[in-house]
């Protein structure tokens, strides 16, 4: 419902501002259709599923590792090898999500995945930081698209994407369709989720990407856990100290490496 919404506001503003001609893919449709699915419904379907057997806090915390996965997938994708700092960051982040989302107890947790239990949320939440990685990364194939349009023209397979998999899930009986009455109930979230998180929320983010450059949206994103763990203190949520010094690992590690970049950069300019 909310990307039904989303979506047709974003071609309802892509149309205005950019003209019809810009809804056509232009020979993309293949590639855009590709990372559509990969970002907008793989992301959605692994992270809300998964948020169904884990904390919020935990998927934030893994969601932000998608600032080293990206430093690791141009390694493998164009051999452009990190620095040993920015590797030594990278496993200080991973080791303290471990520690945030096996609660310190590594073994024990391992044992519950395999049986069914316990980092299966996990596991799904990290799925979909992958599939978002690979939609930001996208961003540099379509170089003459708008971020408007790359964000419509992929919002829109992706949509059908989410479509299926909610037909699929009717189907073999996993979800049930809501009556007006249960949509109304939730008219306001739904409204929220549509054009606070679908339109503003991809768009800006796409906008950021090209405007600011991946070192300060990767340091911006490591806002996130810290908010979530604030809201979830506020609410009266304890933590464990394991819990709050992997928190401590992910967000120090992900600054380090920023700022550790950021004078690489600033060196490589003044040279």
């Known amino acids: 419902m909310r990307y039904a919404l989303g979506v047709a506001a974003l071609v309802l503003l892509l149309a205005a501002v950019e003209g019809r ?4 893919y232009s020979g993309r449709f293949g590639a855009a259709s590709l990372f559509g699915l990969i970002g907008i419904a793989g992301f959605n379907l692994f992270v809300w599923v998964g948020l169904g057997f884990t904390l919020p806090e935990h998927a934030s915390l893994i969601l932000a590792l998608q600032t080293p996965m990206t430093a690791l997938a141009v390694w493998v994708l164009r051999g452009q090898r990190p620095a040993n700092f920015t590797l030594g960051c990278v496993a200080l982040a991973l080791a303290g999500v ?3 989302v096996t609660r310190g107890e590594p073994l024990a947790a391992f044992a519950d995945l395999a049986r069914g239990r316990g980092l299966l949320g996990d596991v799904l939440v990290f799925c979909g930081a992958v599939s978002w990685m690979v939609y930001t990364l996208a961003v540099s194939r379509f170089p003459g698209w708008s971020p408007l349009r790359y964000t419509t023209l992929t919002c829109i397979p992706g949509f059908a994407g989410l479509v299926a998999a909610n037909v699929v899930a009717v189907a073999i009986d996993a979800a049930t369709v809501p009556g007006w009455a249960d949509l109304a ?3 306001w979230q739904i409204v929220y989720f549509a054009f606070g998180t679908v339109v503003l929320g991809v768009l800006a983010f796409n906008a950021a990407t090209r405007r600011l450059g991946p070192l300060n949206i990767m ?5 996130v856990p810290v908010g ?10 304890s933590f464990s100290p394991a819990e709050l010094t ?3 690992m992910v967000v120090a590690a992900l600054v380090a490496n920023n700022l550790f970049l950021r004078q690489c950069r600033n060196s490589a300019i003044s040279n």
């Open 98 to 100: 471990l520690l945030v």
């Open 246 to 248: 992997g928190a401590g």
């Open 228 to 237: 979530v763990f604030g809201i979830e203190a506020a609410l009266g949520r």
């Open 21 to 24: 001609t810009a809804l056509r």
């Open 185 to 187: 109930a939730v008219a």
């Open 219 to 223: 340091l911006i994103l490591n806002l």
